[in-house]
C-alpha cells in the first residue's frame, strides 16, 4: 500500500535550518508530482511547494528564496531544505502524493 513518512522536523531557533525529509513506498514515486504543505495551529492547510517528476518545482510566495524542496527518484525520497526560519514558518509539514496520499505529517518549531 501507498505510504509516506516524514521525518525531520524539530525545534530550531529563528534564522536557523531543517531538512525535512519523506520516505515514499508502495508505489512508483517517480511518475508523480508530490507536494509539501503545511498546516499551523488555526489556519488551514497551504501548500509550501509542488514538485513534478521533471521539470520546475513551484513555491509558496512565504517560503521562495528560503525553502528548497527536492526528490530523489532513485530513493524515493522527497526532500524539504528549510533555511532562515521564521516563527511563522511554525506548523506540521506534510508530504503528499497529488492528489490522493498525505503523510501523517512532522512537527517543526521555529521558537527562540
Known amino acids: 500500500q501507498v505510504q509516506l513518512v516524514e521525518s525531520g522536523g524539530g525545534l530550531v531557533q529563528p534564522g536557523g535550518s531543517l531538512r525535512l525529509s519523506c520516505a515514499a513506498s508502495?508505489?512508483?514515486?517517480?511518475?508523480?508530482?508530490m507536494a509539501w504543505y503545511r498546516q499551523a495551529p488555526g489556519k488551514e492547510r497551504e501548500l509550501v511547494a509542488r514538485i513534478p517528476s521533471y521539470g520546475m518545482t513551484e513555491y509558496a510566495d512565504s517560503v521562495k528564496g528560503r525553502f528548497t524542496a527536492s526528490r530523489d527518484n532513485t530513493k524515493n525520497v522527497l526532500y524539504l531544505q528549510m533555511n532562515n526560519l521564521k516563527p511563522d514558518d511554525t506548523a506540521i509539514y506534510y508530504c503528499?502524493?497529488?492528489?490522493?496520499?498525505w503523510g501523517q505529517g512532522t512537527q517543526v518549531t521555529v521558537s527562540s
Open positions: 508502495g508505489f512508483t514515486f517517480s511518475v508523480y508530482v
Open positions: 503528499r502524493r497529488m492528489r490522493d496520499y
